[in-house]
């Protein structure tokens, strides 16, 4: 991308936080934010950082919450009905000295005017400090990685839109969520791109529906998003939407990187992920401060473990480097200032690398206990073969019967991964291979749908 997105964010967030002003604001003030602008925040900025921005607490909108009416608020939501109601009966109270809204996305008329509405009938309009669209509808985890909602996910996913049962305004509902993160997406980055998508899926929809919004944007005189980019810069941005049934394996197929691994086996949320460690759940989280985390979250678990494992004697090393220049300042201390001084100004630095490896360790241990459990490092090797079109040492039918290898769900996606892979699959062997998925515990709906969707797809071609 043409600039760190990331940083992008963090910028209009703590912009944000100083009451929309270019000048840094580090008073009092309060946050309020509903569970999307919670999710948005977590990624990016630490309690602490919230600190130096001023904020003194922050709380859900949905929460009770006591007035506090010499200090300003910060409101940071979704423009729905219930938030607006919320904020205009905060208004009512006059629970805040100031009222600084900033809704994530664009919020309608309607809402605005039901607001007005409300603050006139308490005579509270002088309380309105400032209303801001911020376009901040996504969900950044890394400097080059973002998701469209980490809090109401399964309602914008691959699943929703091709359920059976999904209706129109579900579909329409997400698809609508997808063009909103996808356009705050550039107006963060400041950028107009150029869009192209295969035709006649929902990634063509997406694309139509982005490519109005922008359209408008830049024909409406009140608003200034992308005026100052150009339609004919050879510079702009190539954005690509494809439909994930075009490549439905990868998110099925056990992988072996460190990153892969523990979002798998451990449902990595916002950058979080929860073990158990000696009986006792941990909850860790990987950042981009995370030196280790950074270098080595792509690499093959093997390679990771080596590397922890070298971490851990780096610390060690200056563990006992420490304990020798204590038994030095038992003697001659002059001679030994220089090094005390060196070591007692890195300490805080090893003890936070310490801290660091000690998570590691502990995730890495985790998952080498369920690798061996679940033998999956058998179920990647078995899935690249496939993939890649390579021979076979054992039969997909005798790893599906075995019962030393892995859970139901493993099983299951091996033979999804086996099914998609193969052109030519006869409905009885596939018919034998479903009886012998439901006798081990699977549910075999979803093949049925996939068989479905194969030979449509077989039939349009």
Same mark, same amino acid.
């Given at each position: 991308?043409?600039?760190?997105?990331?940083?992008?964010?963090?910028?209009?967030?703590?912009?944000?936080?100083?009451?929309?002003?270019?000048?840094?604001?580090?008073?009092?003030?309060?946050?309020?934010?509903?569970?999307?602008?919670?999710?948005?925040?977590?990624?990016?900025?630490?309690?602490?950082?919230?600190?130096?921005?001023?904020?003194?607490?922050?709380?859900?909108?949905?929460?009770?919450?006591?007035?506090?009416?010499?200090?300003?608020?910060?409101?940071?939501?979704?423009?729905?009905?219930?938030?607006?109601?919320?904020?205009?009966?905060?208004?009512?109270?006059?629970?805040?000295?100031?009222? /600084?809204?900033?809704?994530?996305?664009?919020?309608?008329?309607?809402?605005?005017?039901?607001?007005?509405?409300?603050?006139?009938?308490?005579?509270?309009?002088?309380?309105?400090?400032?209303?801001?669209?911020? /376009?901040?509808?996504?969900?950044?985890?890394?400097?080059?990685?973002?998701?469209?909602?980490?809090?109401?996910?399964?309602?914008?996913?691959?699943?929703?839109?091709?359920?059976? #049962?999904?209706?129109?305004? #579900?579909?329409?509902?997400?698809?609508?969520?997808?063009?909103?993160?996808?356009?705050?997406?550039?107006?963060?980055?400041?950028?107009?791109?150029?869009?192209?998508?295969?035709?006649?899926?929902?990634?063509?929809?997406?694309?139509?529906?982005?490519?109005?919004?922008?359209?408008?944007?830049?024909?409406?005189?009140?608003?200034?998003?992308?005026?100052?980019?150009?339609?004919?810069?050879?510079?702009?941005?190539?954005?690509?939407?494809?439909?994930?049934?075009?490549?439905?394996?990868?998110?099925?197929?056990?992988?072996?990187?460190?990153?892969?691994?523990?979002?798998?086996? /451990?449902?990595?949320?916002?950058?979080?992920?929860?073990?158990?460690?000696?009986?006792?759940?941990?909850?860790?989280?990987?950042?981009?401060?995370?030196?280790?985390?950074?270098?080595?979250?792509?690499?093959?678990?093997?390679?990771?473990?080596?590397?922890?494992?070298?971490?851990?004697?780096?610390?060690?090393?200056?563990?006992?480097?420490?304990?020798?220049?204590?038994?030095?300042?038992?003697?001659?201390?002059?001679?030994?200032?220089?090094?005390?001084?060196?070591?007692?100004?890195?300490?805080?630095?090893?003890?936070?690398?310490?801290?660091?490896?000690?998570?590691?360790?502990?995730?890495?241990?985790?998952?080498?206990?369920?690798?061996?459990?679940?033998?999956?490092?058998?179920?990647?090797?078995?899935?690249?073969?496939?993939?890649?079109?390579?021979?076979?040492?054992?039969?997909?039918?005798?790893?599906?019967?075995?019962?030393?290898?892995?859970?139901?769900?493993?099983?299951?996606?091996?033979?999804?991964?086996?099914?998609?892979?193969?052109?030519?699959?006869?409905?009885?062997?596939?018919?034998?291979?479903?009886?012998?998925?439901?006798?081990?515990?699977?549910?075999?709906?979803?093949?049925?749908?996939?068989?479905?969707?194969?030979?449509?797809?077989?039939?349009?071609?």
């Amino acid at each position: 991308m043409p600039a760190d997105v990331r940083s992008r964010q963090i910028e209009a967030l703590k912009c944000m936080l100083s009451l929309n002003s270019s000048k840094t604001d580090n008073s009092w003030k309060i946050l309020v934010f509903d569970e999307y602008g919670r999710d948005i925040i977590a990624p990016l900025l630490t309690v602490k950082e919230l600190r130096e921005c001023g904020v003194t607490l922050n709380l859900l909108i949905t929460d009770k919450r006591e007035p506090i009416p010499d200090v300003p608020v910060v409101y940071f939501v979704m423009p729905t009905s219930q938030n607006v109601q919320l904020i205009g009966d905060d208004c009512k109270d006059q629970k805040y000295e100031k009222f /600084y809204i900033n809704f994530i996305t664009a919020v309608s008329r309607q809402l605005l005017e039901d607001l007005a509405q409300v603050t006139i009938e308490s005579d509270t309009v002088t309380k309105i400090g400032r209303i801001f669209d911020q /376009y901040l509808s996504f969900c950044m985890l890394e400097s080059n990685l973002f998701t469209v909602s980490a809090y109401d996910a399964k309602a914008c996913s691959y699943h929703a839109l091709n359920r059976p #049962d999904a209706k129109d305004a #579900d579909i329409e509902r997400c698809i609508n969520t997808v063009t909103d993160c996808l356009f705050s997406l550039f107006v963060t980055l400041r950028e107009l791109p150029i869009i192209r998508c295969p035709k006649g899926n929902a990634a063509a929809i997406v694309a139509e529906k982005l490519e109005k919004k922008m359209r408008d944007a830049r024909r409406d005189p009140k608003s200034e998003l992308f005026k100052d980019q150009a339609i004919t810069n050879f510079q702009r941005p190539l954005l690509v939407i494809l439909d994930r049934s075009l490549d439905i394996c990868s998110t099925l197929h056990h992988t072996w990187t460190y990153q892969a691994l523990i979002h798998d086996l /451990y449902k990595l949320y916002l950058n979080r992920c929860q073990i158990s460690v000696e009986g006792r759940t941990k909850n860790y989280d990987l950042t981009a401060e995370d030196a280790f985390w950074q270098k080595n979250k792509g690499k093959p678990f093997p390679e990771v473990a080596d590397a922890v494992h070298t971490e851990l004697e780096g610390c060690r090393a200056a563990e006992q480097e420490i304990k020798r220049l204590k038994e030095v300042m038992g003697g001659d201390v002059a001679s030994a200032n220089d090094h005390i001084a060196s070591t007692v100004s890195s300490l805080p630095e090893l003890m936070e690398k310490k801290k660091r490896v000690d998570m590691h360790i502990n995730i890495a241990t985790s998952l080498s206990e369920s690798i061996k459990a679940r033998s999956l490092d058998k179920f990647f090797e078995v899935e690249e073969k496939i993939m890649t079109k390579a021979t076979l040492e054992d039969s997909v039918l005798d790893l599906l019967k075995s019962p030393d290898l892995g859970t139901p769900d493993d099983k299951l996606r091996l033979f999804i991964i086996y099914y998609l892979n193969s052109s030519d699959l006869p409905d009885s062997e596939l018919k034998m291979y479903m009886d012998t998925l439901e006798e081990i515990g699977c549910n075999v709906g979803c093949i049925k749908h996939l068989s479905k969707l194969m030979k449509v797809a077989s039939m349009a071609n």
